[in-house]
Nanobody, 115 residues
């Protein structure tokens, strides 16, 4: 069974940093496009950042210059480095693995940015 397991969430003060990890299993990680999405209470899930199987990255305007997505194909893991966190970054963050005919999600990790 395919598994995507997020970790690294928690409570952080505004201006702080967190690094999220998403460890995958039972997929050929290197061929998948990977992404991070988030969902705040009462809102729809939104794209945060993606990295293709070739290493190209894309970011939501709201996180550009603050967040960095990266992947380690040897460890079957994708990361999201989040710096200069703001209260509006508070959300459940989900990992996504995508092919044209496959789409997998993790269960999410909660990030809370608050004093």
């Amino acid at each position: 069974q395919v598994q995507l397991v997020e970790s690294g969430g928690g409570l952080v003060q505004p201006g702080g940093s967190l690094r999220l990890s998403c460890a995958t299993s039972r997929i050929i990680f290197s061929i998948y496009d990977m992404g991070w999405y988030r969902q705040a209470p009462g809102t729809q899930r939104e794209l945060v950042a993606t990295v293709t199987n070739g290493g190209s990255t894309n970011y939501a305007d709201s996180v550009k210059d603050r967040f960095t997505i990266s992947r380690d194909n040897a460890k079957n893991t994708v990361y999201l480095q989040m710096n200069s966190l703001k209260s509006e970054d508070t959300a459940v963050y989900y990992c996504n693995a995508k092919l044209p005919n496959k789409n997998y999600w993790g269960k999410g990790t909660l990030v809370t940015v608050s004093l």
